[in-house]
């Protein structure tokens, strides 16, 4: 197959018409020249074989005019992969020896390099990532509320747990990941629903409306993509909530995993009033201008304003926060570019492999080479003939690789 496309593509930079009227040109100019020799008394044929001689061999000349035209530099590409991709079909053990090595050296490469990226440079899916923090510690609702209520560094705050939950509705009773949360975290993520919408302050207070948020795999997954699934009741841990809205699909929370969004205030009451519950973990966003140092030192004047006003649960207070993508990249960062350094040297190996492979390829066919050249063949053309060769190689390597 392609040898044909190959063939086809020669014959297009050939085209009939273009190559009659080269020799018609060349014939006339020919004849010219003849003629002139003529005149000075010489025979017809003597005339013709010196004006031959005088104008050089035809062939040479007419790769000259396609040249100057630009088509000769792309019938003899075409015809150094025609003959590349026919030596390399001839040569099967040497081809797949040559593109297994690189396959092998691009393949570790490709798939680690997706992993450093998706881990260390792709920025978060949440707007404006570089203002997010997040504590290291976890912390109860009421000293996040006094933090954000006391500091002026934080645009919005918010806490999420994870707890299991009996979803009753559908069937057998599924165990699926329930989110306590409280109102400021989808404004501090920056989330907008799919549907509906989301868990307001007002409702984020002890004896609030029991609401429920979806995520979009529980909202496919056991409510069968309702359009209308808004303001219809499922049970819950043997307690009946009304869905005011859904999230998108890509909508992912920094660490956690969780199929339906709950007010902590609404599901779990005594735990949100109970300031010794350390069990939230908790995200903050700056407001623009604000540096991490100045909101660490204001949340520390609050830690230590807590720890005198609650010293039996507050004590040893240290919160301390760091930028949301570094704490979840945490430990992961050295050891994802010691292990991309590593898959580099071996891409660099397989190159050298490669390359030996080349070599020795290059001494098996020398005397075909030397052939070539005292037959006329130009270095520069036999260069680009071995560049060609290499360059399909890599393309294939490169392909078997994905």
Not at 23 to 36: I, N, P
Not at 38 to 59: I, P, Q, T, W
Not at 96 to 108: E, P, R, S
Not at 138 to 146: A, G, K, T, V
Request: proline share 4%; aromatic share 8%.
């Amino acid at each position: 197959m392609l040898h044909d496309l190959l063939f086809r593509l020669r014959t297009l930079m050939r085209h009939p018409a273009a190559e009659n009227e080269l020799e018609d040109e060349l014939r006339f100019h020919l004849e010219r020249e003849a003629e002139k020799y003529v005149k000075a008394g010489m025979s017809e044929a003597d005339a013709l074989r010196r004006a031959r001689l005088e104008f050089g061999g035809l062939d040479q000349v007419k790769n000259e005019c396609r040249e100057a035209r630009g088509v000769s530099f792309v019938e003899s590409l075409v015809q150094d992969l025609h003959y590349s991709s026919r030596t390399l079909f001839q040569s099967p053990a040497f081809t797949a020896c040559a593109v297994l090595t690189l396959a092998l050296g691009i393949g570790a490469n490709t798939a680690i390099f997706s992993v450093v990226n998706r881990v260390l440079l792709d920025p978060l899916p949440y707007p404006n990532p570089q203002e997010l923090l997040a504590a290291r510690e976890n912390d109860s609702l009421p000293n996040l509320e006094d933090i954000q209520r006391q500091t002026n560094s934080f645009a919005s705050s918010g806490g999420i747990n994870i707890e299991p939950m009996d979803f009753t509705g559908n069937g057998e009773p599924m165990r699926v990941h329930g989110a306590w949360v409280d109102a400021g975290l989808f404004t501090t993520l920056g989330a907008q629903p799919m549907l509906g919408r989301l868990i307001s302050a007002d409702e984020d207070v002890k004896g609030g409306p029991q609401n429920v948020v979806l995520s979009y795999s529980f909202w496919r997954d056991f409510m069968g993509s309702d359009l209308h699934v808004l303001g219809k009741a499922i049970r819950l841990s043997d307690k009946s909530y009304t869905v005011i809205g859904v999230m998108p699909r890509d909508f992912t929370l920094p660490k956690e995993l969780a199929d339906i969004f709950v007010s902590l205030w609404v599901g779990y009451p005594d735990a949100a009033s109970e300031r010794d519950v350390h069990f939230m973990h908790t995200y903050w966003r700056l407001k623009p201008g604000v540096t991490l140092a100045q909101a660490q030192a204001e949340v520390a004047r609050v830690d230590h304003q807590l720890a005198q006003e609650y010293p039996h649960t507050e004590r040893e207070r240290a919160t301390v926060l760091i930028p949301l993508h570094e704490w979840l990249v945490g430990d992961v960062r050295p050891a994802l570019l010691i292990l991309f350094g590593a898959v580099g040297l071996v891409l660099l190996i397989a190159c050298a492999n490669f390359a030996m492979l080349l070599m020795a390829r290059a001494v098996a066919r020398q005397r075909e080479l030397v052939i070539r050249a005292s037959l006329g063949a130009r270095n520069g053309r036999l260069i680009r003939q071995r560049l060609t060769e290499s360059t399909l190689l890599a393309l294939l390597g490169g392909q078997q690789a994905w």
